[in-house]
Every structure is written in C-alpha cells, then in structure tokens.
C-alpha cells in the first residue's frame, strides 16, 4: 500500500473531523501517517465526542500545541497547520511517504502566524523553486488556473506569452490530456478585439504551445489545444462531452461552473512538482466545526483515491 502523509489542516476547523472519521475508508486504500501530536489529537476528539483508532498513525509535525477553537480564526492554529503542511511534505521529499494529502487550511490564520504564503500552492513553488499548477475539478471536468489568487484587476498584467505558453505545455504533459480547451480571458473571447485585445497573447501562446508538441517524437498527432474559446459558453454540455480538461485565465472563471457542477466530488491537485499532492477542494467550514454535522467526506477520499490511481 502507498504511504500518504496527510497535513491535518486548520484544527479549528472540520479537518480533524474528517480526518478521524474517514479513517478506515482511507486505511483501505492506502497507509495515513497524520501530521498531529497525540495531545492535539486527543483534544479534538473529545470535542468530537469520538474515538481514536489505534491504527490512527501519527508523526509530530513540531510546532506549539494550542487550545483548540472552534470556528475562530487564530495564529496558533495558522502556525500548527503550517507546520503539518510542511512536514508532510519533507516526508514526501525524504521518500518516507508517496505522495501529500492536504485538508484545509485558512489562509487569514496564516497571515495572522506571519507565514508568507497565500496558500499550499504558493508554499510549494517555493520549496521546490517550481512553477507548480493548480488544478482543480474530478474526472468529468479538471480546470488548470493560469492565475490564481491574485486580484482580478491584476490578471490582464499576467497575460504573457512565454510565460502562457509554459504553462501550456507544463499542464498537457503533467495530466496527458490530448484535448484542451483554453478560455479567452474577455466577455466574448475579445469579439476581434472590441472587447479586450488579451486574446491574442493566447492566440499566441496556444499557437506555440501546439507547434511545440507537434514535433516529430511526440507521441501526439492533433493540436491539442483549442482555443481562446468563449468563456460563457466553454462549459456548455456539449463543449463538455468534448473537453475534460479546461485552462481558466483567472480563479472564478474557471471555479464557478466547476464548483456549479461538481462541488461535492472535485479535489485540488498541484501538477508540476516533483512530489505528488492532492487536497480537498473547500474550506475550513468554521461553521460547522465541531458541531457533529453531517460532513461530506467525496472531496477527501476522492483526493486520497486520485493518488492511489496516479502512483500505482
């Protein structure tokens, strides 16, 4: 079985939880080794009112242990989840896990720990000097995001050609995919440029990508990029019988219909590193922690699932 090193996530929120009561689905696919110190652990769980498995296998992430909150955004718990994070990812690195598994960190809690980071993305293009991709979604429709989390006012400033048509290339060898539509970032895709004249640089940049990958030992005839494609209609259920995988110029473009599609299904993977990392895709859910709600578990075992697939 594959050793996956799961980062426990901010521990005032339903990380934990799902964490605890996902176990023994997760101990059938693969071998956990929880980022967490007993004593944290055995803290949430009895604010849980659960029982601790004794298969629940623990590595201590070194950092402060703090009194858990529930639903509060606080320094303490922004330091230990970052602490998790990165500790599960050395484990990775030192081949004493196959890949990472990340549950939800909130960013404000970083920032209020002074972690320099946005996110898990950000984090790991620096630790491993990568231009790491974010990609998100599940079987039925996966969404690369050009631009992450950066103010939309900002994202025609990142439009780059070179820089586009890397990533291009860099998301089509990491996921293997032979089609790809690419949005344009304009309502209408520019309309010839009445509306926006970005599209040319990804005009440009999928014109690259395409003559690239078309050389003589590619293992790929077409031209496997299409596009700039018109965002509002790109998702149509045609469009999506034809893609499975989309390239989105900024975060909401591409995230409202994947998460109007598939939210309760669709996982978070970072492509281009040299370790493999999956991640649910929602939040901390502050408003539910601890509270013994009903939690749905399909992101978290469907991110657990993806690397048992990727690494067999």
Known sequence: MKKVAISIGDL????IELALRCHSQVRKLAEPLYLIDREMLEQAAELLGLEIPEDFVLESPGAEPFTIRPGVVDAAAGSYSFASFKAAVELCTEGHADAVCTLPIHKKAWELAGIPYKGHTDALRDFFGREAIMMLGCPQMYVGLYTEHIPLKEVPEAMNEERLTRFLLDFQRETGAEEIAVLGLNPHAGDHGVLGDEERIIEAAIDNANRIIQNPKSKIQ??????????????????RRRFHYFVAMYHDQGLIPLKALHFDESINVSLNLPILRTSVDHGTAFDIAYKRAELNTKSYLNAVRYIIDRTS
């Open 12 to 15: 005032n929120g339903i990380g």
């Open 222 to 239: 077409n031209r496997p990029f299409e596009g700039p494609l018109v965002p509002d209609t790109a998702f149509t259920p045609a469009m």
